[in-house]
């Protein structure tokens, strides 16, 4: 079942001598609970292309459908409640809330929606996460793997149709950057999660279910898993 | 670059936007400070014209100084002008004619007009003793002119022929007593004296002094006094210009010191709190910048000295510009002045410079930003090197407490962002609570105004019509005879029994007795001017009367019954105040008509008062006098009404342009911080935005944030400023007037008023911000 389909998905900066083409005339679909990866050079256009899926930039032409809904034809207080409810993020530097616990962070989208979380579905996911013995910690308290598990929990804790991870190992050392991304196909395989990640560290293709390239702006599909030697 | 302070011109020339607030923070901070000190140097200035023209510049007055001791202390260095004088007839109720007016006689050397800022208007200072000086208003009321002889009855029947020598100011004292001064030479007035009292011996002269302006007149005071062996009796002060020198033994003045030592203070604080709050904000904005110069190698003590420097170099910007604003306010003021009381402020310059309002601006605006700068400094040199690799600042700003998310979660997370950072918040509330404290020490001097200098009692008259010899000669018909007359607005009358013998608190004493209308009861109702008591039962029957106030040691009681030669006499009511000035010896009582004329006998009127519509014409007055005949005494107080007005609103335009500048402040500061307080959490606003958190939310989430602020701001200021209103009413009106203390409902609702709806207008700038938000550069800028 088709849940992402981005066409012809163009984005420049500035005008004149100045204007840079961030992403030229992208296309590609994804289907549900697929695990991609995109990998690329610094400033080839990989985050842009991830910003703009997820619904934080606008592009300069294109569409993007997400379970069919185009998400550039909402108004600015629709597309915001839909990227709550549809879309979790995972960032680089985390982005948790230095104050509210783990388990306050993980909640936070439902808070946001003023929904009651459901206390099972909180505890199943701290339990997959590993952090059920650090649920009332604050983010300062925690090591920086923890931090990203607390982030996965708060992008899995409403079932969103898709989870954008940019960079989510970034910031990790290479044991951390290891469970993290364990955790994150497991939960995302538990919950039937469709998961959209940009990656410099091509090892980490491993986990993904196909590999999308960014050079340049153009978009380029590689197909199947792959390792280090397509490189 | 040759070091690594050229960094902070560099800066500050990329982050323009990011320093503004602070900068026009630190411009307010020295606008608020610099006005208000310029405001008062002008007030001091303004007041020390007013004291001068009304008491004359001299400083102190000695009794019974020799002349011998006169000459050695006429020599001192340190004395400018000196002279004797005395005067007869000076309340004018003996009779002592000129041309069949009334006069008072002055016996003075010439630099006794020096003293007195008495100008010459025609003709020079006597020079035989037959000469004399004479107010203006004698020409037209006499008929003379300069070279004229004129003759002085005594009321003994003498007389004495004097040829006029010059013509002066007129008095308001004079024109009001439709009375005559004239000015003799010492020889001459000793003349006069030993003609009046059949005496060789000269009359006692008081001796005037006044100081050099560079030598501190309180030390010389004492130095005189020792030198010459005075006693504190013998030495008067001119404790009005004396207290506007700043060399004031008053109490009273002392008190005012004290209130205006607290008020600095407070004015102080503000500028150091506002300063503080707004750099540390801006140095939150930046951790990761100052993370990064650790990251490169800076020493903690460099990142301070780098704040600081910094701190400083937004000074060259603010602190002219917070002069220039507070300059402009100034002249706004001065011109006011000078329109307002063209009488009294003529000599105000239009553009004045407060040189010490430009000083203190400088200097506490200097002092001010380094000391708010020492906080930032340290805690920006505190931020570790690892904040600029990681990129997560907000994390080391050691949180203990999760938000409580009970509340809706916003409105959790916008008290947490209050709550989290304590000594932030501190700063936030209590320069929220500044406001207030400010708003309401101030507000204190404005009760204090409305007891100094009021024209408008509701009973000053526009005209008054009294018997020549102080009996109750006045015809009870005329009243009505001359609220008839055209302009009239109302007549009111009062009959006085002076020197009445008395028995109180067990002491003999003469006090004074006059009667009150209905509309003068009314007045005292209306005016709050009943401190206690029931004034329903003056009307009544019975012998009640009303004192009014006395700070003295034994002040009358409600319900006390003072003896009288007229019979007894029961304390209804106290009074604040009434038209009659009293004496520090003389009890003054105030009972209805229908009292005065049971204890008294009498039937008549002493004073008749009148008020005049506002299109009231010279012909009008000129009716009312014709009607009042010869025989009654008749004074004209327009003049001197419409200038006690103006002083009056030249005070209010100083004092109510002290509130205005510390509301507007307050709005800017509060709509400032907010902004500042936002802007240092964009980067977490826009994860917040991304993981999606709506406007409406954020609009919420900082409005509980600010709401925290203004609540806790609230408590503080109304919990510390209540007492310290109560304090400074305490020095500035109680220990004069009486008047007990109240809670200020109506300044304390005001400016409560103004920081919440400042807050809920602070609110909108971020929001908008957070609107226009590009998400994905907040995320990811460093």
């Known amino acids: ?118 206390p099972r579905k909180v505890n199943e996911l701290l339990e997959i996460l590993g952090l059920t013995e650090r649920r009332t910690h604050l983010p300062s308290q925690l090591s920086g793997g923890q931090q990203q598990r607390t982030a996965i929990g708060r992008a899995l804790i409403h079932n969103p149709m898709l989870i954008l991870a940019d960079e989510p190992t970034g910031n990790l050392d290479s044991k951390s950057s290891q469970e993290v991304m364990e955790l994150l196909t497991r939960a995302a395989h538990h919950y039937r999660q469709t998961v959209l990640m940009i990656t410099h560290n091509l090892g980490l293709t491993a986990y993904a279910d196909r590999v999308l390239r960014v050079s340049d702006g153009k978009l380029t599909d590689l197909g199947g898993k792959r390792d280090e030697k397509l490189s | 670059m040759k070091s690594y302070l050229s960094l902070i011109p560099a800066y500050r020339r990329i982050h323009k936007k990011q320093n503004r607030m602070t900068l026009l923070c630190i411009t307010l901070a020295v606008f608020l400070v610099s ?50 004088y005395n005067v007869l007839n000076y309340r004018l109720k003996e009779n002592y004619t000129l041309g069949g007016k009334r006069a008072a006689v002055c016996g003075i050397e010439p630099s006794m007009l020096t003293m007195m800022e008495y100008e010459l208007t025609e003709g020079t200072f006597p020079e035989t003793d037959s000469q004399v000086i004479l107010t203006n208003s004698s020409k037209e009321i006499l008929g ?96 009005a210009l004396l207290g506007l020198l700043g060399f004031s033994n008053d109490s009273f003045i002392t008190g005012l010191y004290l209130a205006a030592g607290i008020l600095f203070l407070l004015v102080l604080t503000a500028g150091v709190l506002m300063v503080a709050s707004s750099m540390n904000s801006n140095i939150a904005q930046r951790t990761e910048f100052f993370g990064l110069l650790r990251c490169l190698g800076a020493t903690p003590k460099q990142i301070r000295r780098f704040v600081c420097l910094e701190a400083l170099n937004w000074c060259k910007t603010a602190i002219p510009a917070g002069i220039l604003l507070s300059a402009a306010a100034i002249w706004v003021l001065c011109g006011a002045l000078r329109y307002l009381s063209s009488m009294y402020f003529a000599e105000m310059p239009v553009f004045g410079i407060s040189l010490p309002g430009i000083a203190a601006g400088i200097i506490v605006g200097l002092i001010t930003v380094l000391l708010a700068a020492r906080s930032p400094a340290k805690r920006a040199s505190r931020v570790s090197p690892v904040t600029a690799v990681n990129g997560n600042a907000d994390m080391v700003q050691g949180i203990r407490k999760a938000a409580n998310v009970n509340l809706r979660i916003e409105a959790a997370l916008g008290i947490q962002h209050a709550l989290h950072r304590k000594k932030n918040f501190l700063l936030m509330a209590c320069s929220f609570a500044l406001s207030i404290i400010l708003f309401l020490s101030f507000y204190a001097s404005i009760a204090f105004m409305h007891h100094a200098i009021t024209p408008l009692r509701p009973y000053t008259p526009d005209l008054s019509v009294v018997s020549p010899d102080s009996s109750c000669s006045l015809d009870f018909g005329l009243a009505a005879k001359l ?79 003072v003896h009288t030669d007229l019979g007894d006499l029961t304390v209804a009511g106290i009074l604040s105040h009434c038209p009659i000035d009293g004496t520090r010896d003389t009890e003054r009582f105030i009972c209805s008509e229908d009292t005065f004329r049971r204890l008294t006998g009498e039937q008549g009127y002493t004073v008749l008062d009148i008020q005049l519509t506002r299109h009231a014409a010279d012909e009008d007055v000129n009716r ?98 209540l007492p310290l209103h109560f304090l400074l009413y305490r020095y500035l009106v109680t220990a004069r007037w009486g008047t007990p203390w109240e809670i200020p409902w109506g300044a304390l609702a005001l400016i409560v008023l103004v920081v919440l709806t400042a807050s809920a207008a602070a609110v909108f700038r971020p929001g908008r911000q957070i609107r226009r938000m590009n998400i994905t550069e907040v995320i990811h800028s460093q």
Not at chain 2, 51 to 76: M, N
Not at chain 2, 214 to 237: K, M
Request: hydrophobic share 40%; net charge negative; aromatic share 10%.
């Open chain 2, 483 to 561: 609220a008839g007359c055209p302009g009239v607005k109302r007549v009111y009358g009062r009959a006085f029994a002076y020197d009445v013998p008395a028995r109180i608190h067990g002491q003999e004493q003469a006090v004074m007795l006059f009667s009150y209308d209905l509309q003068q009861f009314n007045w005292a109702e209306e005016a709050d001017y009943l401190l206690e008591g029931d004034l329903s039962k003056m009307t009544g029957e019975g012998n009640y009367v009303l004192a009014v106030h006395d700070a003295g040691e034994q002040p009358l009681k409600v319900g006390e019954v």
């Open chain 2, 624 to 721: 009312i006098r014709s009607l009042a005949g010869d025989e009654a005494l008749f004074s004209d107080q327009r003049l001197s009404n419409q200038d006690n007005r103006g002083a009056f609103w030249a005070f209010s335009l100083f004092l109510y342009g002290f509130l205005t500048v510390i509301v507007l402040i307050t709005c800017f500061h509060i709509v400032n911080s907010i902004s500042m307080s936002a802007s240092a959490r964009m980067r977490q606003y826009g994860a917040m935005r991304a993981i999606g958190m709506s406007c409406g939310q954020f609009t919420k989430m900082l409005a509980a944030e600010t709401g925290t602020y203004a609540c806790f701001g609230c408590v503080i200021g109304c919990a510390l400023g």
């Open chain 2, 144 to 239: 003379v002119s300069l070279g004229d002889s004129v003759t002085l009855l005594t009321p003994d029947g003498n007389s004495l022929k004097l040829t006029i020598s010059g013509f002066g100011m007129d008095n308001e004292t004079a024109m009001k007593s439709d009375a005559i001064i004239a000015f003799l030479p010492l020889a001459g007035f000793q003349s006069l004296y030993h003609l009046v009292n059949q005496t060789a011996e000269d009359a006692d002269m008081v001796y005037y002094i006044q100081f050099s302006e560079h030598c501190n007149i309180r030390r010389a005071i004492r130095d005189v006094r020792e030198q010459f062996e005075l006693t504190e009796e013998q030495i008067g002060e001119n404790t």
């Open chain 2, 35 to 84: 006005a208000i000190f310029g405001m008062a140097d002008m007030e001091i200035r303004s007041q020390r014209l007013q004291a001068v023209k009304r008491y004359g510049s001299w400083h102190i007055q000695i009794h019974d100084l020799t002349e011998a001791d006169a000459a050695i202390l006429a020599q001192r260095p340190d004395i400018t002008n000196s002279s004797w």
């Open chain 1, 1 to 118: 079942m088709e849940l992402l389909k981005v066409t012809r998905l163009t984005k420049t900066y500035g005008t004149g001598p100045t204007r840079v083409e961030a992403l030229k005339d992208a296309d590609f679909t994804m289907q549900k609970s697929e695990f991609a990866a995109i990998v690329g050079e610094s400033g080839s256009g990989k985050t842009t292309l991830l910003n703009l899926i997820g619904a934080l930039d606008t592009p300069t032409s294109g569409q993007i459908l997400l379970n069919g809904q185009d998400i550039f034809s909402m108004s600015e207080q629709e597309r915001t409640i839909f990227r709550r409810r549809s879309i979790g993020f995972i960032f680089q530097s985390f982005q948790l809330i230095p104050e509210l616990t783990v388990e306050q962070n993980i909640i936070f989208p439902l808070l946001l929606d003023y929904q009651k979380p459901d």
